[in-house]
């Protein structure tokens, strides 16, 4: 399975059109996702479920009561797109992963690609996706604490993947500098020594 979505992921990344549709695409599809968060938050007084990094069970029952009438019908709306919106983001942060360490020459990154490592980011996809089924099956229950308990557990699991896969981004962005630093030196060295 790693292996299919690995070479799915170096064929995105080996176009560079490609490569840019989807960080654009990506851009678009935080600004969607933020204007269906913004026009629920007008209705309703409070941010949703979703973007409340720090929601506990607590909170989600005292905002219970502001998902009702037309904010409940937004909830709803902006919850069919969050099942769209981690897919585009999550294969952007996978695609940018692999496109970094494929640019590198060392033979660290060319591991890590071997290991399937970009492919791991695309768990969070997963793991929004069962939280959005739980925090949808908590209104819809009137906060069961089963759902509730669920939901904030795939929360936590998608925060955890979004930090992780933030962070081999970074990490594979900085390895890839220093590469290019170390490989423009060597070059230098040589031209010096040709002279």
Known sequence: MITYFMRRLIHLSQRGWLVASIVLLNG????LLFSLESRFQALSGVPTFDTQN???????????PAYTG?????????????FLFPVLAGLTLAVL???????N?????????AWGLPAFALLSILWDWLENIGLLASLVSDGQPFWIGWALLFKQLKLLWLILGSGSLTAAFALLMVNLVSRLGTQQLGAAHRR
């Not at 720090?54 to 219970?64: A, F, G, M, V, Y």
């Not at 709803?76 to 797109?81: I, Q, R, T």
């Open 70 to 82: 037309d904010a409940r019908t937004a909830y709803l709306l902006f919850s069919a797109y969050d």
């Open 54 to 64: 720090d929601l506990t069970s607590n909170r989600l029952l005292e905002q219970l």
């Open 28 to 31: 678009l599809n935080f600004f």
């Open 97 to 103: 992963i692999t496109l970094f360490l494929q640019l």
């Open 105 to 113: 020459t060392w033979k660290l990154p060319a591991r890590l690609l």
